[in-house]
């Protein structure tokens, strides 16, 4: 049994007491650091969430942008292969026309020559007739 005495009372008083100066000493500033760093955990929660939107917004714009370089850039190549078959077909056209030229002035000489050599011909013919009927009057001995 308990019994109601000056020590039981000094003891309760002491207690509230400890308990009073933990209250003031230890747990109040605890429990303010404990709120403190939950308040910070959720601004730097808030911070990071809206860093990761932020994140997939840029990541987005940059993955656009991408595309669109992408295919600008193929826009341009396409324009230059398609620059560079026409300078090659222009350059091939003039080749032709620059040999074609070529060609038609060789069978112009070519036939130029050959009225030449007709009309030299015409005048060789008769004395290779004669000297043909020579040859064969003479019995091909000479």
Request: proline share 1%; charged share 35%; aromatic share 4%.
């Amino acid at each position: 049994m308990v019994t109601l005495n000056l020590t039981l009372i000094v003891q309760l008083v002491l207690f509230l007491v400890f308990l009073w100066g933990m209250d003031r000493l230890a747990f109040r500033p605890t429990l303010e650091v404990l709120d403190a760093r939950d308040e910070r955990i959720a601004r730097d929660e808030e911070a990071a969430a809206a860093a990761t939107r932020e994140a997939a917004k840029l990541e987005g714009r940059y993955a656009e942008e991408l595309a669109a370089a992408r295919q600008e850039a193929a826009a341009m190549i396409s324009e230059v292969r398609r620059e560079a078959v026409d300078e090659r077909n222009a350059r091939l056209a003039e080749a032709r026309r620059k040999a074609d030229e070529a060609v038609a002035a060789a069978r112009a000489a070519a036939q130029e020559e050959l009225a030449g050599e007709r009309a030299r011909y015409d005048e060789l013919l008769p004395g290779l007739l004669d000297e043909m009927r020579r040859k064969m009057s003479l019995g091909g001995s000479d």
